[in-house]
């Protein structure tokens, strides 16, 4: 884990870390093992962590700290947009039905589409391929969707997608 500049408080928490990684790189290796897969795992910053405490600290499909967001504070003022330059102009917005690939495909077609997912414990080490998973009711993490293509070998079709975790990922 030193390759991602993990520190530990003591030599207890670095056994009890390094114990978790053991096992996130067992199943890592496991999965990779198996005939069949249309993507591939790999060890990431997130190896160290247990499921729940990944889950914790990287998913969310609303920003909960406001910290997160900007240093500015909450006042009753009027607004002077001139201070910050823009980088981009949001022109429209609308909503897409649920589930309608037609619909989401069309959209994507014409500019990105935010859309809310369900992090599986494999998708946090995803490294590779075309990431195939029953869907989840249970949603828990915002990506935006840049695009849409259909893999030449395979012919399975695919979202391209942007996350919030680094360009790294993936």
Known sequence: MAEYG????????KLHRFQIFKNNVNHIETFNSRSGNSY???VNKFADMTNSEFIAQYTRTMVWHPKLCNP?????ATCNANY?????????????????ETSVTYAVSNQPVAVSIHVSEDF???????????????????????????????????WTVKNSWGSWWG
Request: hydrophobic content about 25%.
């Open 6 to 13: 993990r520190v530990y408080n003591d030599n207890d928490e």
């Open 40 to 42: 591939t795992l790999g």
């Open 72 to 76: 500015y504070q909450e006042y009753k």
């Open 84 to 100: 910050v330059p823009s980088s981009a102009y949001i022109t429209g917005y609308g909503s897409l039905e649920r589930n309608n």
């Open 124 to 158: 946090r080490f995803y490294s590779g391929g075309v990431f195939r998973r029953p869907c989840s009711g249970s949603l828990n993490h915002a990506v935006v969707i840049i695009g849409y293509d259909q893999d030449s070998s395979s012919g399975i079709k695919y």
